[in-house]
Nanobody, 115 residues
Framework: QVQLLESGGGFVQAGGSLKLSCVASETIFNFNGMGWHRQAPGKEREFVATISLGGNIRYSKNMEGRFIISRDNAKNTLHLQMSNLKPEDTAVYYC?????????WGQGTQVTVSS
C-alpha cells in the first residue's frame, strides 16, 4: 500500500512563505504523476498543482506564479513552495500520487494564513 506523508504546514502571516513536503513510501518513478490539492473549511477539495512522471507541470490559475511544485527523485519527495501567501490560501493541503487510474492521498497538512 502506497503511503504519502506530508509535512511543512503551519501558521504564517499574509505575504509569508511556506514549503510543504510529501515523502512517498516507494520510488516516485512508480507514479504517473504526483500533485497537491487543498481543502478549505466548508469547501470542496481543489486542485493546486501537479507534476507528471515526465516532468510536465500544471498549476491552478489561482496559484500560478506564487506556488512552485518540484520533486527530489533521490528522496522520493514532492515539494510545494508557497510564496506571497494570502488568507484565502488557508486550507488542509493534500499530497497525491497516481498509478494510472488509482490515486493515493496523504493525510494532509494544515496551512493557516493570517491577515
Amino acid at each position: 500500500q502506497v503511503q504519502l506523508l506530508e509535512s511543512g504546514g503551519g501558521f504564517v502571516q499574509a505575504g509569508g512563505s511556506l514549503k510543504l513536503s510529501c515523502v512517498a513510501s516507494e520510488t516516485i518513478f512508480n507514479f504517473n504523476g504526483m500533485g497537491w490539492h487543498r481543502q478549505a473549511p466548508g469547501k470542496e477539495r481543489e486542485f493546486v498543482a501537479t507534476i507528471s512522471l515526465g516532468g510536465n507541470i500544471r498549476y491552478s490559475k489561482n496559484m500560478e506564479g506564487r506556488f512552485i511544485i518540484s520533486r527530489d527523485n533521490a528522496k522520493n519527495t514532492l515539494h510545494l513552495q508557497m510564496s506571497n501567501l494570502k488568507p484565502e490560501d488557508t486550507a488542509v493541503y493534500y499530497c497525491s500520487a497516481n498509478q494510472l487510474s488509482t490515486y493515493y492521498w496523504g493525510q494532509g497538512t494544515q496551512v493557516t494564513v493570517s491577515s
